[in-house]
């Protein structure tokens, strides 16, 4: 490895990390792995820093903190059908290079919000049961 790789990496480590999060058991893991990939790239070609836009790493248990210090946060996608709105509105760093196509991304959306968005939606969650099954 080259020395001025190495300052590089030096200097950075004690101020950055880099966080893995595996979606669940289901998904292709050649597919996850690949878009993960991608969008890592994406946002170091278009410098983003996700401190700058609300997302920035705390170090803190943020279930402590007040509503108003928590509305300082932006959340990710906590549901199925916020992330097909998030994957709908920004893919286009997907489709660089042929890795997707549009049409690959525009079936997914599609199948996933038809397939499982309603399918979960019209059902009461097993927690719900849990919570008022014997009121």
């Known amino acids: 490895m080259d020395d001025w790789l190495l300052v590089e990496i030096s200097k950075m480590s004690s ?19 690949a878009v993960q990939l991608m969008a890592g790239i994406d946002g170091i070609q278009k410098k983003i820093d996700p401190e700058e836009l ?6 803190a248990d943020v279930f402590s903190w007040s509503d108003e210090q928590r509305a300082a946060i932006k959340p990710l996608p906590t549901s199925l059908d916020d992330a097909l709105k998030a994957l709908e509105d920004d893919h ?20 996933k919000s038809e397939e ?20």
């Open 54 to 59: 609300g997302f920035g790493s705390v170090d």
């Open 92 to 111: 286009a760093f997907l489709c660089q290079n042929r890795v997707f196509s549009e049409e690959l991304i525009e079936i997914w959306i599609e199948h």
């Open 15 to 33: 101020s950055k990390n880099f966080e893995f999060r595996p979606p669940d058991v289901t998904c292709n893991p050649d597919l996850e792995l």
């Open 116 to 135: 499982e968005c309603d399918q979960v939606r019209q059902r009461p969650h097993p927690y719900e049961m849990q919570m008022y099954f014997d009121v």
